[in-house]
Nanobody, 119 residues
Framework: QVQLVESGGGLVQPGGSLRLSCAAS????????MGWYRQAPGKERELVAR????????NYADSVKGRFTISRDNAKPTIYLQMNTLKPEDTAVYYC????????????WGQGTQVTVSS
């Protein structure tokens, strides 16, 4: 059974940090590009960061560049999102995503974890 299970969300003050984790099971993570998306109330889901199969390539949304870092450990297998200098506008449900890419990709989503940035 394929599963992506996120953890690490919560309530944090502006300027604070959180580290999200996404534990994968039921598929071979090594051949999947992984990523984090988020969805705030009333807004569309947006890409936050993604990482290549080997971890050598990463991409970030402009709004999080310099503050967020995505990483992966294929041996565990888990991906992470280190979030620093959090802002209220980072408040959203954060989703883990996996895709093989290509013409007919396999795509998996986690159930999401809530991140709330508020004083």
């Amino acid at each position: 059974q394929v599963q992506l299970v996120e953890s690490g969300g919560g309530l944090v003050q502006p300027g604070g940090s959180l580290r999200l984790s996404c534990a994968a099971s039921g598929f071979t993570i090594n051949i999947y590009a992984m990523g984090w998306y988020r969805q705030a109330p009333g807004k569309e889901r947006e890409l936050v960061a993604r990482i290549s199969t080997t971890g050598e390539g990463t991409n970030y949304a402009d709004s999080v560049k310099g503050r967020f870092t995505i990483s992966r450990d294929n041996a565990k297998p888990t991906i992470y999102l280190q979030m620093n200098t959090l802002k209220p506008e980072d408040t959203a449900v954060y989703y883990c995503h996996a895709t093989t890419g290509g013409r007919n990709p396999y795509v998996y989503w986690g159930q999401g974890t809530q991140v709330t940035v508020s004083s």
